[in-house]
């Protein structure tokens, strides 16, 4: 089997397992999956919705600042203690990527979260980068 293929598979039995019911879609339910998170917001209006959804839900940078007094970026990292980062360079290479976070016995699932197709409920809402 080839990479591409493997890694579809890999994917499409880890959306499986990262189901949230759509009565259920918060950011703070995205934090509790047990991976590192990282949201993607396509598009300016998904991103507003991603700003207003992170304030309601009282995230904020680790800094204390809120969002809206950044701009933030297309990609951003949810952390359970409802703190929201940039990701970086690194990040960015991860999220085109990586299907972990860490290696070793450190590693934990990246979560890649289309947030458009979560909020509009689509139970397939993990980006294929």
């Not at 879609?25 to 919705?49: E, I, P, S």
């Amino acid at each position: 089997m080839s990479k591409n293929v493997n890694r579809e598979i890999k994917r499409s039995v880890q959306a499986r397992r990262w189901r949230i019911p759509e009565e259920e879609r918060t950011l703070t339910a995205l934090t509790k999956l047990g991976g590192r998170v990282y949201v993607y917001c396509g598009d300016r209006r998904t991103l507003q919705r991603f700003i207003e959804d992170a304030e309601n839900e009282y995230f904020h940078y680790g800094d204390g600042v809120s969002l809206r007094e950044r701009t933030p970026d297309d990609v951003m990292a949810l952390n359970k203690d409802r703190t929201v980062n940039f990701i970086g360079f690194a990040g960015r290479m991860a999220f085109q990527h990586a299907d972990q976070f860490s290696s070793g016995k450190d590693a934990v699932p990246l979560i890649k979260v289309d947030y458009r197709k979560y909020i509009a409920g689509c139970q397939d809402f993990i980006c294929q980068p």
